[in-house]
């Protein structure tokens, strides 16, 4: 048996990343897609400040602070991941609604590179609230204007 020749052109993947289970299902998913194919991965955390946060200005400072230090660790646990297998790839922390920021993030790069395929790569969560509510994923699969991956 064969193995198909991957498409071409470049692919271009925008991973949402929390270094949750789902998130490392979603960036381990986006490391087999890019395999023997032009692309690049850009991991993306947005950290999130709540209503109640952004009303205390001392509440704001220390959040900022705590992601700092997500951010350097989920840095060095994306290197560590994608050393050695993807060889164009980066990591952005943003700020703001998850959903919105990942869009933003896949528009942006797709008007700047329209003749680049991008892709949101997301990881599900299982949890019933998730399902009932409404999570990253959902909001992505009603609203994103690029092609978006789930991945279980």
Known sequence: M???????GFLHLVVGYDGSPPAIRALDGAIRLLQ?????????????LSTAVM???DAVAEMESGFDE???ELRAEVGQRLTGQVENWGFE???GIIADELIAMATGIHEAQPGHTVVIAVGSSSAAAHRIVGSVAVHLARHSPVPLIIVP
């Open 70 to 72: 997500i951010e350097q």
């Open 36 to 48: 023997g194919r032009a692309g690049r991965i850009d991991v993306v955390y947005v950290a999130h």
């Open 93 to 95: 922390r943003l700020q």
């Open 2 to 8: 064969t193995t198909p020749t991957p498409p071409a």
């Open 55 to 57: 009303m205390s200005a």
